[in-house]
């Protein structure tokens, strides 16, 4: 059974930075894209970041370019997100997700172009 272990969520003040991991096992692909997205309360899901797998190549939502960054280290089957200048509207449950599917135009930034789903978790900015 595939599994995505998310870790490194908390509590830090507005402006400061955190980094959150994801573990991914027992995938049943080798080649492969993970993203991340993100759901305040009462809010939808959406998306943040993708990296692929084959090439390294990322993708960011307009509204997180240039403060976070989508990095993956292939020997640990990892992928992180370093988060900075963060801000209380960046609260949110934070969600890796991987799928196996072949993108040849752009990349999978819908939540039902990706196949499984870590736990997530919580990063709360205080203000």
């Known amino acids: 059974q595939v599994q995505l272990v998310e870790s490194g969520g908390g509590l830090v003040q507005a402006g400061g930075s955190l980094r959150v991991s994801c573990v991914a096992s027992r995938l049943p692909f080798n080649r492969y894209y993970m993203g991340w997205f993100r759901q305040a309360p009462g809010k939808e899901r959406e998306f943040v970041a993708v990296?692929?797998?084959?090439?390294?190549?990322?993708y960011y939502a307009d509204s997180q370019k240039g403060r976070f960054t989508i990095s993956g280290d292939n020997a640990k089957n990892t992928v992180y997100l370093q988060m900075n200048s963060l801000k209380p509207e960046d609260t949110a449950v934070y969600y890796c997700a991987t799928t196996g599917r072949q993108f040849y135009y752009g990349y999978p930034s819908m939540s039902g172009e990706y196949d499984y789903w870590g736990q997530g978790t919580q990063v709360t900015v205080s203000s």
């Open positions: 990296i692929s797998w084959s090439d390294g190549s990322t």
